[in-house]
């Protein structure tokens, strides 16, 4: 089973409020990814997790937090939200790190900040 | 870093005719390609995963090429049928191996 699960897979949130988002893969992956993607554009990397480590990309360092409580799990947290925020977040794994190993992504959730 | 350009963003093409998706990217060093493809409420499914030294990769009703020298890749259907019908993404593995930088993707529709 290649299946990676989303949750939920829509989300309105208002402005200046936490946002959660929920991923969860059974396939015993280190590597848990999250990417936000807009209308048009290329899928962006946010950050992942490797085995317990998180790596955030610098261009979005602030704007994201993680945590990853067991392997199988992982979230992706908006402290306060802004109306740039909407979009389609993706979660892949993979069971190796970085760029090399195949990445099994879910079906994403779309955000939208009124 | 890398970049990856993917052209077009929309194509539509008659059930059976061909369709073809080029991405171009900029690292020279960069060894591994992936396309993807997205049909609607799914996640993206990996098609076919390239390494560096293989220029010609077949998959079913589908070819993928690798052209090292201009740095593209890419999707060729032959024979287009409306379950090709889908969003497909190239995916470049960066030369430090760290991540995958994305192209924008190609909306395709196969009509009868």
């Known amino acids: 089973d290649t299946t990676v699960k989303q949750n939920p897979r829509y989300k309105l949130a208002r402005v200046g409020k936490p946002v959660n988002l929920i991923c969860s893969q059974t396939?015993?992956?280190?590597?848990m990814y999250w990417y936000q993607k807009k209308p048009n554009q290329a899928p962006k990397l946010l950050l992942f997790?490797?085995?317990?480590?998180?790596?955030r990309e610098a261009d979005t360092f602030e704007k994201f937090q993680s945590s990853r409580p067991n392997n199988s799990f992982c979230s992706l947290y908006i402290g306060s939200a802004g109306l740039e925020y909407s979009a389609m977040y993706l979660c892949?794994?993979?069971?190796?790190?970085?760029?090399?190993?195949?990445?099994?992504f879910g079906p994403g959730t779309r955000l939208l900040v009124l | 870093g890398e970049q990856v350009e993917q052209r077009p963003p929309h194509l539509s093409v008659r059930e059976g005719d061909s369709a073809v998706i080029i991405c171009t990217y900029t690292?020279?060093?960069?060894?591994?390609f992936f396309w993807y493809k997205q049909e609607p409420g799914a996640g993206l499914q990996l098609l076919m995963k390239?390494?560096?030294?293989?220029e010609i990769n077949e998959g079913q009703g589908f070819t993928v090429l690798l052209n090292k020298k201009d740095k593209q890749l890419s999707l060729n259907l032959t024979a287009a049928h409306p379950g090709d019908s889908a969003v497909y993404f190239c995916?470049?593995?960066?030369?430090?191996?760290?991540?995958?930088?994305f192209g924008q993707g190609t909306i395709l529709k196969v009509y009868l």
């Open positions: 892949a794994s993979s069971s190796g790190w970085g760029g090399v190993d195949t990445q099994y």
């Open positions: 396939m015993n992956h280190d590597t």
């Open positions: 997790y490797y085995d317990k480590i998180l790596n």
């Open positions: 690292d020279p060093n960069s060894y591994y």
């Open positions: 390239v390494f560096s030294s293989t």
């Open positions: 995916a470049v593995t960066t030369s430090s191996g760290q991540k995958l930088v």
